[in-house]
């Protein structure tokens, strides 16, 4: 590849001409890629992110007490530079002794190698990009799910721009066939995660309010969520599990699964590129219910403070706020 830094508001990455990675305006996506997924695993020890980039989402995850090892697979060695220039952003993550990069293909690496993780966290580049797309496959998820521990979490990230309601439908059929368990969290306003599990996800708020209350959660919530609280995590919630299987059954062999023989992924990002659509979640939101709040256990929860951090999203963001009736 060809890349270049950009300097600005903030340092970015370009590879062949594509800004790829933003040091500032990207953080709310790239750190939180791997601090939320932590956040909601039990125990978090072990990690594998594919794609360094500017190196945040690595050196973040890093910094969490309880992990021992966070492994890096990035297939251009030309990263390593962009990395390297953006320590301020990204908590030094090469000399974090806990940090250990190959350079390699992913897809590769995950079938060959025989290590599991607590964690795995995908943000390859826009899947129009050629070869992108096979990062998204129900043959590459299921290489990932032998590298996962009994409760480990895979997480997947989504744009929410240029997108249409069946390329989404796909990505989300696909994640679903081979994760069974899934939720849709809103990193920012462009960019979605999927976390996906094996098994069920039952969540301790009594947990999760200890473990944001340490670093590097607590920087991380106030400065890049403007966040302090439980709730203002759960504002960022779009569906469970119960959403997401109820929302997918109602389109029953209707949504061709993304394959390496079929990559409809591409293609279909490929007609949108570009273009202004509405937000591909907007049936998930249609077909949410308190079931997917439920799973979050042992301790009570402000559906009113949920209600308050989810309409700042968008002012966060710097976008303008848009009140309903029903807001």
């Known amino acids: 590849s060809s890349l270049a830094l950009v300097s600005g508001e903030g340092l970015a990455f370009s590879i062949n001409g594509k800004i790829d990675g933003n040091s500032i305006s990207d953080a709310p996506t790239t750190i939180m890629l791997g601090l939320l997924p932590a956040l909601l695993h039990p125990d978090p020890r072990t990690g594998l992110v594919i794609g360094l980039g500017t190196g945040s989402t690595a050196g973040w995850l890093a910094r969490i007490a309880s992990m021992t090892a966070v492994d890096v697979v990035e297939i251009e060695p030309a990263t390593v530079r962009v990395a390297q220039a953006c320590v301020p952003a990204n908590a030094d993550v090469l000399r974090n002794a806990k940090v250990h990069l190959t350079v390699a293909d992913a897809r590769e690496v995950l079938l060959a190698q025989r290590h599991t993780y607590d964690l795995i966290v995908s943000e390859p580049s826009n899947p129009y990009r050629a070869g992108i797309a096979s990062l998204f496959t129900r043959e590459f998820y299921r290489a990932a799910a032998r590298s ?8 997947q990230w989504v744009q929410e721009y240029s997108i249409d309601q069946a390329t989404f439908d796909s990505i989300l059929a696909t994640f679903q066939e081979v994760f069974p368990h899934v939720s849709v969290w809103r990193l920012q306003p462009s960019d979605l995660l999927l976390v996906g599990s094996l098994v069920p996800q039952e969540h ?78 907007d049936g998930l939101f249609s077909t949410q219910d308190e079931a997917d709040l439920e799973r979050f256990r042992d301790a009570p929860l402000s559906r009113e403070r949920i209600r308050y951090h989810r309409l700042q999203i968008p002012a966060i963001a710097g976008e303008r706020l848009q009140l309903t009736a029903s807001s």
């Open 148 to 155: 996962l521990n009994e409760q480990g979490l895979f997480a």
């Open 204 to 281: 301790s708020v009594t947990r999760l309010r200890r473990t944001l209350a340490t670093e590097p959660f607590t920087s991380a919530l106030e400065n890049l969520w403007r966040a302090n609280s439980l709730e203002g995590v759960l504002a960022r919630l779009i569906a469970g599990p119960g959403t997401v299987n109820r929302y997918l059954a109602q389109r029953a062999n209707r949504i061709p699964l993304n394959l390496d023989d079929h990559p409809t992924v591409e293609f279909g990002f490929a007609r949108t590129v570009g273009k202004t659509l509405g937000p591909p979640v």
